[in-house]
Structures are given as structure tokens and as C-alpha cells.
């Protein structure tokens, strides 16, 4: 689950990490009423008013601008709010639709009083699957896409991967300080953020915490002005409170919906739309299609409970797809019984007549799969069925002209 920047910082503040203040607001009214909090509380007109989106790059797009006082801050806000922000990293990049800006941060100016003599380093936590352990990737070029920094500068990308079992130690929190290049109050005070930064991507069974920029202020302060967060939402039963700062509205509205009738469903730029039940069948069955000549229009993973209900909505969400001309039915009858798939498929071909325009290919194998077959092929319905993977492939193959 990814958060907005200023619920990312609320967790970081929790655990003792410096971050630039600033308050959230959803109208003008709002935004005016932040900027006197945050001017009070850093001593200071300017401040930086700052889109709320799930994208990176906001900067780029013009979702993040200097405000030198209240009136600019106000006109700031009123260009922000409401725009369709576009960005590298919103959905079909800078040619997309980009997103809606719904909320903007009135941030603090974190390199006062003196720009110049701030530094700004690029600081991550995450998971590294293949060696097992949690990793802390940082670099001297904040402030920049660190893909891009890998890219031609590899060398100024460093990592550290910390034994979850032992934890972050000492030595590895001051390595990262020295690799950085400071020293004296700022040698200690990175150690310290870096160690307490650790703990909250721990305790808060995080995926992703990354700091960019990470800056070094005049006096020796260390500081995350950008945070961005991604947590496990395997673990969010173990923590309400962050469950409770989810964004429907950053979400892809149909994923959504799936999450509502049960389905496990993700969105994919393909022709061909998939209902299976099992991830991993599902994942065989897009390779399948990809050998058939097709692309996967999505994963849908309708479960082991599946019965007509939910197969009709899994109908309905991916016929929502404009660019789907197939659709294939994949079930193994482990726990789900296939004759009840089948009656699902049938009940809802009958129920949205006109809706499906596309052919369908269904593959039922398990318990009952004589049966479903049987109830298919006496259906009198549009619907084509196999028993094999590769005769489905090879349906799939015909249907799209391959």
C-alpha cells in the first residue's frame, strides 16, 4: 500500500526521524490557514507547497512550487489543487491523463536560512529477496532519479544489507556516513537517522522507504524533505492505524472494485483477459497467452471459493476493458468444484446478453471437470472449452487470427 508524502513523514516522526514540517490541506481555506501554522512554526514566510499524489517526479510536472509569501502561497495553492498532474512516473507518463491533485502539503523551507551550504544525499530502505536481507541504499546525488544515477554513475551508489535476524548495527549505520562524506555533527547525526529510519521500516513492516532528498542543513541537521513509503499489505492487519491512511482514490478504481467481490486483480495492457483461480496457474496461464501470440489483458485470481456471483463481476470487470478481444477461463477444480465455475460462466453469459462481444475460451480441469465441460458444450452458448493448456493456447490462437 503506498502513502501520500505527509502520512510517510507522520511515520517517520513517530519514530524520532527529523523531517520538514508542514500541514496538509484539501481547499484554499485550508491551505491559507496551513501556511500561518507552518510560518509560526519555522519562523519563516517561505514556505514550499507541495502536491499530494502516489507518483515520484512531482517536481517535474509542476506539482511543487516556492512560495515566498502568504500570496504566493495561496496563488500556489489554487494552481495545484484541482490540476491533472502529470509526471514520469503517473500512469502513461507525461502523454497520460496524470492525477487528480486532491490534497497539497505546506511545507516548511528546510534549507533555510542558508541553501548553499546544504547537502543532499539520497537515502533507501527495502527488501532484497534474493540474498534474504533488508538493504539501505544511499548515494551522494539526492535529489535525482536514482535509476538514473545508477545508470551512469554507478559508482556513487552504494549499499549496505542489514541480517534481519541481527538488525541494523552500529558499525553499518556509521559506514553509511562515512561513504557519504561527513564528519563531525553530521557524521553523528546521520548514524542516528539512519538507525532510527531503520527501526521505523521494521516496526512498520514497510516494503519501501525511500528519502529523496535526504539533506544536510547549514548547521549540521539531518533531515528527510521527501519521503516516499510502500507497506506490506500482508502485515496490515497488525497495524490499524496505517491501514486507515489508504487512498482509494490513488488507486486504479477497477482494482478496487475487484478487492470488493474478493478478486485478487491487477490491471495489464494486453488483449486477452484472464480468470483463474490460483496465482500461480494464473501467472502460467498469461505466459501461455503470451506464447499463443496474445498479451495478457490483466492477472485475475478469482479464488478457491469462486461461485456464479463472483464469476459474473469477474465478467463485468474485465469486459470494462476496451482493448480485450478474448477472454480465457482457466480453472483447476482443487477446492472450487469446476461444474460450479461453469454454472457462474453460463448464468453470467445469460444475465449480460449483449455485454460480451468477445469470444471465450474455457479450460476447467479438477473435480467435477466432466461435468462443467458437459454443462458448457450443452449450453448452446458462444463459449469454446478445452481440457489441455495447449488446446487453449491454440484456441486462444485462433480466436485472434494467429
Request: hydrophobic share 45%.
Given at each position: 500500500?503506498n502513502?501520500?508524502e505527509?502520512?510517510?513523514?507522520?511515520?517517520?516522526e513517530?519514530?524520532?526521524?527529523?523531517?520538514q514540517?508542514?500541514?496538509?490541506?484539501?481547499t484554499?481555506?485550508?491551505?491559507?490557514?496551513?501556511?500561518?501554522?507552518?510560518?509560526?512554526l519555522?519562523?519563516n514566510?517561505?514556505?514550499?507547497?507541495?502536491?499530494q499524489?502516489?507518483?515520484?517526479?512531482r517536481?517535474?510536472?509542476?506539482g511543487?512550487?516556492?512560495?515566498?509569501?502568504?500570496?504566493?502561497?495561496?496563488?500556489?495553492?489554487?494552481?495545484i489543487?484541482?490540476?491533472m498532474?502529470?509526471?514520469?512516473?503517473?500512469?502513461?507518463?507525461l502523454?497520460?491523463?496524470?492525477?487528480?491533485?486532491?490534497?497539497?502539503?505546506?511545507?516548511?523551507d528546510?534549507?533555510?536560512p542558508?541553501?548553499d551550504?546544504?547537502?543532499?544525499y539520497?537515502?533507501?530502505?527495502?527488501?532484497?529477496?534474493e540474498?534474504?536481507?533488508n538493504?539501505?541504499?544511499?548515494?551522494?546525488?539526492?535529489?535525482?532519479?536514482?535509476?538514473?544515477?545508477?545508470?551512469?554513475?554507478?559508482?556513487?551508489?552504494?549499499?549496505?544489507?542489514?541480517?534481519?535476524?541481527?538488525?541494523l548495527q552500529?558499525f553499518?549505520?556509521r559506514?553509511v556516513?562515512?561513504?557519504l562524506?561527513?564528519?563531525?555533527?553530521?557524521?553523528?547525526?546521520?548514524?542516528?537517522f539512519?538507525?532510527?529510519?531503520?527501526?521505523?521500516?521494521?516496526?512498520?513492516?514497510?516494503?519501501?522507504f525511500?528519502?529523496?532528498?535526504?539533506l544536510?542543513?547549514?548547521?549540521?541537521?539531518i533531515v528527510?524533505?521527501?519521503?516516499k513509503v510502500?507497506l506490506?499489505?500482508?502485515?496490515?492487519?497488525?497495524?490499524k492505524?496505517?491501514?486507515?491512511?489508504?487512498?482509494v482514490?490513488e488507486?486504479d478504481?477497477?482494482?478496487?472494485?475487484?478487492?470488493?467481490?474478493?478478486?485478487?486483480?491487477?490491471?495489464?495492457?494486453g488483449?486477452?483477459?484472464?480468470?483463474?483461480?490460483?496465482?500461480?496457474?494464473?501467472?502460467?496461464t498469461?505466459?501461455v497467452?503470451?506464447?499463443?501470440g496474445?498479451?495478457?489483458?490483466n492477472f485475475?485470481?478469482?479464488?478457491?471459493?469462486?461461485?456464479?456471483?463472483?464469476?459474473?463481476?469477474?465478467?463485468?470487470?474485465?469486459l470494462?476493458?476496451?482493448?480485450?478481444?478474448?477472454?480465457?477461463?482457466?480453472?483447476?477444480?482443487?477446492?472450487?468444484?469446476?461444474?460450479?465455475?461453469a454454472?457462474?460462466?453460463?448464468?453470467?453469459?445469460?444475465?449480460?446478453?449483449?455485454?460480451?462481444?468477445?469470444p471465450?475460451?474455457v479450460?476447467?480441469?479438477?473435480?467435477?471437470?466432466d461435468?462443467?465441460?458437459?454443462?458448457i458444450?450443452?449450453?448452446g452458448?458462444?463459449v469454446?472449452?478445452?481440457i489441455?493448456?495447449?488446446?487453449?493456447?491454440?484456441?486462444?490462437?485462433?480466436v485472434?487470427?494467429?
Amino acid at each position: 500500500m503506498n502513502l501520500h508524502e505527509y502520512q510517510g513523514k507522520s511515520i517517520l516522526e513517530k519514530y524520532g526521524v527529523a523531517i520538514q514540517r508542514g500541514v496538509v490541506a484539501e481547499t484554499l481555506e485550508e491551505a491559507a490557514a496551513a501556511y500561518k501554522k507552518v510560518q509560526e512554526l519555522s519562523n519563516n514566510d517561505v514556505v514550499v507547497v507541495k502536491a499530494q499524489i502516489h507518483a515520484g517526479g512531482r517536481g517535474k510536472g509542476g506539482g511543487v512550487k516556492l512560495a515566498k509569501n502568504a500570496d504566493e502561497a495561496q496563488e500556489h495553492a489554487g494552481n495545484i489543487l484541482g490540476m491533472m498532474l502529470k509526471t514520469p512516473q503517473t500512469p502513461g507518463g507525461l502523454n497520460g491523463p496524470g492525477k487528480l491533485v486532491q490534497k497539497i502539503l505546506i511545507a516548511e523551507d528546510a534549507y533555510a536560512p542558508d541553501f548553499d551550504a546544504c547537502e543532499e544525499y539520497y537515502v533507501s530502505i527495502l527488501m532484497d529477496r534474493e540474498k534474504k536481507c533488508n538493504v539501505i541504499v544511499y548515494s551522494t546525488e539526492g535529489g535525482m532519479d536514482i535509476e538514473t544515477v545508477a545508470e551512469e554513475t554507478p559508482e556513487l551508489v552504494h549499499k549496505e544489507w542489514v541480517d534481519p535476524a541481527l538488525g541494523l548495527q552500529g558499525f553499518q549505520a556509521r559506514k553509511v556516513a562515512f561513504n557519504l562524506g561527513l564528519s563531525g555533527a553530521a557524521f553523528k547525526n546521520m548514524t542516528k537517522f539512519i538507525a532510527k529510519l531503520y527501526t521505523a521500516f521494521v516496526e512498520s513492516d514497510a516494503s519501501l522507504f525511500e528519502i529523496n532528498p535526504c539533506l544536510k542543513t547549514a548547521d549540521d541537521r539531518i533531515v528527510a524533505v521527501d519521503c516516499k513509503v510502500t507497506l506490506d499489505n500482508n502485515a496490515l492487519y497488525r497495524h490499524k492505524d496505517l491501514a486507515e491512511m489508504r487512498d482509494v482514490s490513488e488507486e486504479d478504481p477497477t482494482e478496487v472494485e475487484a478487492q470488493s467481490y474478493g478478486l485478487n486483480f491487477v490491471n495489464l495492457d494486453g488483449n486477452v483477459g484472464c480468470m483463474v483461480n490460483g496465482a500461480g496457474l494464473a501467472m502460467a496461464t498469461m505466459d501461455v497467452i503470451k506464447l499463443s501470440g496474445g498479451e495478457p489483458a490483466n492477472f485475475l485470481d478469482v479464488g478457491g471459493t469462486a461461485d456464479a456471483a463472483r464469476v459474473e463481476q469477474a465478467f463485468r470487470i474485465i469486459l470494462r476493458d476496451p482493448k480485450v478481444e478474448a477472454i480465457l477461463i482457466n480453472i483447476f477444480g482443487g477446492i472450487v468444484r469446476c461444474d460450479r465455475v461453469a454454472q457462474g460462466v453460463i448464468d453470467a453469459y445469460k444475465n449480460m446478453g449483449d455485454e460480451i462481444q468477445v469470444p471465450i475460451i474455457v479450460r476447467l480441469q479438477g473435480t467435477n471437470a466432466d461435468i462443467a465441460k458437459k454443462m458448457i458444450d450443452e449450453s448452446g452458448l458462444a463459449v469454446r472449452s478445452a481440457i489441455l493448456l495447449q488446446e487453449a493456447a491454440d484456441l486462444v490462437a485462433d480466436v485472434l487470427g494467429k
